[in-house]
C-alpha cells in the first residue's frame, strides 16, 4: 500500500516535465508570476525525493525559470547532487543548470572541487567535456587554483583530440582567475601552437592572443613564430587572430611593420573573406607610420569598395577605418571625399555620424566651403533632433577649427547663418566689414525669423553681433534708414537684454549716419521724420526692466529730443552727432589687455573724481519698482559709503563694462576674466573710469600697440632681407605661423579673396596660448542669478507670455525655506505674494527680479512656487506652479587665480579634499574645461596637457580648487574647498552637467 | 573574446542567455532588457553593430555598465529571433556575423528547419549546441558537420 503511494507520487511527479513547464507557463500567460510560484513549489516538493531523476527533471525546470529570470539560487546544493550523478544525462543538466546559476559568491561551489577532478580526469570524453565548458563559466580563484595542475595534464598528455582543444581554450580562464599558472604553463601552451592537430592549434592561438592583448610587450618573441603560422595557414578565423596579433604587437617593434606588408598586401589581393580582409587592412593602418605610401593607397582603395557596397556592416566599418588612416595619411582620404559625403544620405543614423565624424577631419581651405555647404542641405532635412544638433554642432567645430584657420572665405562664413559671430571674431574681419555689413542688415530686417526660433540655442545671439557691426560700420550701409527702422522693431523688445541694450546703442549710431547722409539732402523735414521715429519708438526701451536697456534709452532719448530741437531751429547737427561715434576699431586679441603693463604712478582703485554725493545720486535714482534690488541703486540711506560698499560698487561696475561691447573691446570671454581681490595685482587692466560709456577708451591703447608691433616686426624683416608690401597691419605671428603646419601645406591654396587672416594685435611679450576656450553664451537662462550682498541673492525671472490672452495682475509667491526666502515688501505676511509690475502682451517676454535672503550657500535649495494672474478676456483667475533651483554653482563667482597664488591656497593646508569620477566623457579636454567654466563658474589657473587646475570662489568667499585630469573617457576630478558640504554639492552638480551629455 | 550570446524574440523573452563573464543574476536580466531595447529599435537598413560608443543607442548600458564600453553587441535576427553576442571592441566585427550565421545553420540542421518552439522545449539542447560550437568565450569548432556528428554522439547517450 504504502508502495503504491509512493509510486502514485513518482508518477505525479512525472507528469510535470520540462515540456509541460513551458506549455504551461504559455497557457498562464495573465498570471504567469502566480502559476510559476506554484511550479517553484512543485519543484521544492520534487527536490526533497530521493529519485536522481526527479532532481535532475526538477533542476532543469529550475534552469529554464533562472533564464527567464527567476531566482533559483537557494536550489544551489540539489545542482551540486545532480552534477555528482554517475549518469551523463543527469550529469550534464546539472552541469547546465551549475554554469547558468553559479558565480563566485556561491558557497557550495567549493564542494564541487572533487566532483570537477573526477570528472575532468573521467575515461569518458563527454563527463571531461561538460566539466570543462561548465568550469569555463563558473571558475573561481579556488577553483582554478585547485585544478590548474589537472587541467594541465590534459593539455599535455590528453589522448583524446577534443579534450586537448578544450583544456588548452579554457587555460586562458585559468589563468585570468590564478594568475600564478601562467608562467610554469606558458611553455606547455606554446608547444601547442605547433601541435599537428589545426583544432588544438587554433585553441593555442586563441589563448595566446587573449593574453597578449593585455600585454603585447611579453609575447614578442613569439612573433616568429607567428609569421610561419600566418602564411602558413588557411583557416580565416586564425590567421584573423594572428593578424590582430601582429596588429598589437607592430608598435612595439617597427621592424615588424616592414616585414609583414608582404603577406598582409597578399592577403588583401588574395582573400575573397571580408573579414579577413578588413583585418588585414587594420593592421596595416596600425603600422602605417612605417608602412609603404603604396600600401596605404591599396588600404585606402579596398575601404572605397566596402563603403561603395549596399551592405550597411561593411560600409560602416570602411567609414571607420577610414577615419583610422585620416590621421596619419589625411591626403590619401581626402580624395575620397565626394563618397564620404553620398554618406550623409545614407538611412543607418551611424553611418551619418561616422561620415561627419570623417569630414571633421577632412577639412582643408580648399574644400571647407562645399562641405559646409553641403551639410547645411542635411541640416534642412535631417530628420529628429539628435542628429540635427549633431549635424550643427559638427558644422561649427569644422568652421571654428583651429581659429578658424581653414576660413579663407569670411564673406561666405559671414552669410551662413548658423556660425556664431562674437563680436570680437567679426572685428578681426574687418577687411571685409563692407560686405559684413550689408549681410548683417539683412539679417536684421530678417530678425523675426530667428527669434521666432529663439529657444534653439544661440541663434538670437548672432543679433548682438550683427546690431554691433551695423552700427559701428554704418557708413557702409546701402540702406541706413531701413536698418535702423528694423532696429527700433517693437518686437525687439522680446530678445534678452543684452541684445536690446545694443541694438539701442547701435540705432544712435546709426542714427548720426542717416542724419549725415539726410542733412546733405538739404531736405530737412525727412531729418526731422527720423528723428521723430527715435522718439517714437525709444519709450519702448526706456521702459524695459532691464536697467542696462532702460538707462542707454533714455539718454539717447534725451539727446534725440535735443537734436530735435536744434532740427526745428534749423541748425545742422549731424556732424557734431557723429563726431559722438568717432573713431575706428581696430582688431585686438582676445588677452591684449590683460598684458598692458599698468602706467607708474596710476592707481586703479582711487576714484578719478570725487566720488558723487549722496544727494546727486539721490535725484539721479529713477523710482524704479526695481531700484530696490538693482546693486547699482542699492545704496542704503546712511550716509557714509564704507570701503566695501565701493568696492562692490566697482564690481558691478565693471560686470557692466564688460557686457558693454564699447567699453574695450577686448575678449568675447571678457565676462569671465573681471577681476577679484585675490590676485589683483597680477592682473594690469587698465580701468578707466566712464560714467557714460560711448567712447572708445581703447582706440589709443592698441594703436600704440600697432606702432610697437610694426616697430618689431620691422626689425625682424630687415633682418630676413625680406621685401613685403606693407600696406595694411596685418601679420601673423606665433598662432600665425602654427597655420603652416597644418595638415595641407598653404602654397597651393589660393584663397577666393584676399583677405588675410588677421592674426589679433598682442603685446610684444605675448605668449601665443591654445586654451581658446570656447565662450559659450546661453542667454535662455531663466535663472540667473546676480550675487547681491553676502546673504542676498537676486533672481531675475523672465516671464513670457505664450499664449493669445493679454495678462494681467500677475502675482508671483514663493514657499520659503527655512534656508530661503523671498523678500517681501515691509508690512506684508510671510505668505504674502509680490505683483509683478508689468502686464504681458500675447507674446511678449519681460523680466522681473525678486530679492531673496539665503542664510547658508553650502546647500543646493529647490523653492516652489506659483504664479497667479487674471487672463484679461476672460477676466479668469489663472495659476502656474514652478520651482525655482538654486544651485550651489550659481553661489560660485568665476574668479581669475594665478598659479603662485593657487599653489600657496592650497599649501595652506586650510582646505578639505575630495574627489569625483566621470565615466564617458566623450569630449574634447578643452571643451570639457569650458563646459566647467561656463557652467560652474570656474577659471582655468593652469593647464598641462590632460590636466588643468581649475578656481573659483563663492560669494562668501570660499575658495574652490579642482584639478582636473582625464585619460581616455574617464574624467577625474580632485576637489579642494574649505566647506566640504558646498565643495560636495558643487561636485555633484558638474557630475550633472556631464551625465546630461 | 565573446562576453555572452543571448537569444532573444521580438517581445523580449530570452530563448537562450549564455554567459562568458560573471554577472550577478539581478545584471544579467538588466542585460538582457538593455540589448533589447537596443537591438529591437534598429531595423534593416541599420548595421548589425552596436558599438556603445554609439552613444545614441546605448547610452544606458554604457552606463549601467562601465565595462561595456570595451564591448560591442554583434546580432543578427532572423524571423522573430535576435541573435546577439557580445565581444570585445577590438574583435572583428564581421568574424563574428559570421559565427552566428554558422550558429543558426547548425541550429536548422539539427532541428530540421529550426523554429522558435524547437528553442524553448529544447533548450537545454541549444545549449549544448552553444558548448558545441563556443567555448569560454572563444570558437571551438566552426565545421558544421564536426559540430552536428558530435550532437548526434551525444542525444544518442540519453
Known sequence: MALKIVKGSIDRMFDKNLQDLVRGIRNHKEDEAKYISTCIDEIKQELKQDNIAVKANAVCKLTYLQMLGYDVSWAAFNIVEVMSSSKFTYKRIGYLAASQCFHESTDVIMLTTNQIRKDLSSPNQYDTGVALTGLSCFVTPDLARDLANDIMTLVSHGDCVKRKRCSVLIMYKVFLKYPESLRPAFPRLKEKLEDPDPGVQSAAVNVICELARRNPKNYLSLAPLFFKLMTSSTNNWVLIKIIKLFGALTPLEPRLGKKLIEPLTNLIHSTSAMSLLYECVNTVIAGQYCSSVGSVVLCVQKLRILIEDSDQNLKYLGLLAMSKILKTHPKSVQSHKDLILQCLDDKDESIRLRALDLLYGMVSKKNLMEIVKKLMLHVDKAEGTTYRDELLTKIIDICSQSNYQYITNFEWSVSQPVTPHPPGISVSWWTIRVFAVAQMATLLDNAHLLTGSMQRNGICEVLYAAAWICGEFSEHLENPLQTLEAMLRPKVATLPGHIQAVYVQNAAKLFATVLKSQEGNTDSTTAQETSQLMIDRLPLFVQSANLEVQERASCILQLVKYIQKLQQKDVEVAEEVIALFAGELNPVAPKAQKKVPVPEGLDLDAWINEPPSESESEDEQPKAIFAKEEPKHSRPRHTEVDEKELARRREARKQEQANNPFYIKASPSSQKVYQDAPGVEHIPVVQIDLSVPLKVPGLPMSDQYVKLEEERRQKERAEKKKKEKKKRKEKRSGRGKKHDSGPESEEDITPAHMVDIVTEEMPENALPSDDDDKDPNDPHKILSLHFFGPFQVVVSVIFENKCDSFLKSMEFNVLDSLNSKLQRPEGSGPHDGLTVPFQLPPGVSNEARFVFTVQSIVMPQKLKGTLTFIVKDSSTHEKLDFKLHFTCTSYLITTPCYSDAFAKLLESGDLKGSSVRLEGVNMPFHHLLARICFHHHFSVVERIDSCASMYSRSIQGHHVCLLVKTSGQTVSIDAKCDEPTLLGNVLDEIKQTFSQC | ?158
Not at chain 2, 517581445?11 to 560573471?22: D, H, I
Not at chain 2, 532572423?78 to 564581421?94: E, P, Q, R, S, W
Request: aromatic share 14%.
Open chain 2, 1 to 158: 573574446m565573446i562576453r555572452f550570446i543571448l537569444i532573444q524574440n521580438r517581445a523580449g523573452k530570452t530563448r537562450l542567455a549564455k554567459w562568458y563573464m560573471q554577472f550577478d543574476d539581478d545584471e544579467k536580466q538588466k542585460l538582457i532588457e538593455e540589448v533589447h531595447a537596443v537591438v529591437t529599435v534598429r531595423d534593416a537598413k541599420h548595421t548589425n553593430f552596436v558599438e556603445v560608443w554609439d552613444q545614441l543607442v546605448s547610452y544606458a548600458l554604457s552606463v549601467l555598465f562601465p565595462q561595456f564600453r570595451n564591448f560591442k553587441i554583434i546580432y543578427r535576427r532572423y524571423a522573430g529571433l535576435y541573435f546577439c553576442i557580445c565581444v570585445d571592441v577590438t574583435d572583428n566585427n564581421l568574424a563574428y556575423l559570421e559565427g552566428i550565421h554558422n550558429f543558426v545553420e547548425v541550429l536548422n540542421e539539427y532541428f530540421h528547419n529550426v523554429c522558435e518552439l524547437d528553442l524553448v522545449f529544447n533548450f537545454y539542447k541549444v545549449y549544448t549546441v552553444v558548448d558545441e560550437m563556443f567555448l569560454a568565450g572563444e570558437i571551438r569548432e566552426t565545421s558544421q558537420t564536426k559540430v552536428l556528428k558530435q550532437l548526434l554522439m551525444l542525444q544518442s547517450l540519453e
